[in-house]
T-cell receptor
Framework: QQPVQSPQAVILREGEDAVINCSSS?????VHWYRQKHGEAPVFLMI?????EQKGHEKISASFNEKKQQSSLYLTASQLSYSGTYFC????????????FGGGTRLMVKP | KAGVTQTPRYLIKTRGQQVTLSCSPI?????VSWYQQTPGQGLQFLFE???????NKGNFPGRFSGRQFSNSRSEMNVSTLELGDSALYLC??????????FGSGTRLTVV
């Protein structure tokens, strides 16, 4: 089952913050986050394993709530380069690396 | 180091024909996954291979098949092409169960 992402789209001004959520109806082994710019391939941002850890990548961080099977991606002090579509990908078990992607969140950062 | 290489980049085929797409993963990566990306359906999982074995398969008809060679290079084949098969086909490799590195994709158009 495909994870559900929210919001579907968000428009920000440079310097503003945003949160993108990813929810699954199934127990998760890990959650991945990717960003895809128009006409390009998705680029890996980070992976979170079950255990509720939080990770950071520059001004982008994420958390994983194992009890709720939810992950959130936090974008702080957004930059123009953050524009793109963000996808979460969920993995149900460690028997393989099969990712099921959410529908994506379109993020546009304006000057 | 070299990234994930997919060939060809663009392909135009006629309904009923078959097509083979190729993917060379990052050196040392043994897991290769294939995805179909369309505006309507998003990123849909096709298959995952690890050490020449198919570990996972998505919900696609039997016309879609794949394989992985001993050097980890992978191919996917689509037989009896339909108009609905027009999509961007993305290959991704990973070392074990970690983040994906995607190739630039093959844009398939079926006419």
């Amino acid at each position: 089952q495909q994870p559900v992402q929210s919001p579907q789209a968000v428009i920000l001004r440079e310097g503003e913050d945003a949160v993108i959520n990813c929810s699954s109806s199934k127990a998760l082994y890990s959650v991945h986050w990717y960003r895809q710019k128009h006409g390009e391939a998705p680029v890996f941002l980070m992976i979170l394993l079950k255990g509720g850890e939080q990770k950071g990548h520059e001004k982008i961080s994420a958390s994983f709530n194992e009890k709720k099977q939810q992950s959130s991606l936090y974008l702080t002090a957004s930059q123009l380069s953050y524009s793109g579509t963000y996808f979460c990908g969920t993995v149900l078990s460690n028997a393989g690396n099969m990712l099921t992607f959410g529908g994506g969140t379109r993020l546009m950062v304006k000057p | 180091k070299a990234g994930v290489t997919q060939t060809p980049r663009y392909l135009i085929k006629t309904r009923g024909q078959q097509v083979t797409l190729s993917c060379s993963p990052i050196s040392g990566h043994r897991s290769v996954s294939w995805y179909q990306q369309t505006p309507g359906q998003g990123l849909q999982f096709l298959f995952e291979y690890f050490s020449e074995t198919q570990r996972n398969k998505g919900n696609f008809p039997g016309r879609f098949s794949g394989r992985q060679f001993s050097n980890s290079r992978s191919e996917m084949n689509v037989s009896t092409l339909e108009l609905g098969d027009s999509a961007l086909y993305l290959c991704a490799s990973s070392f074990l169960n970690d983040g994906y590195t995607f190739g630039s994709g093959t844009r398939l158009t079926v006419v």
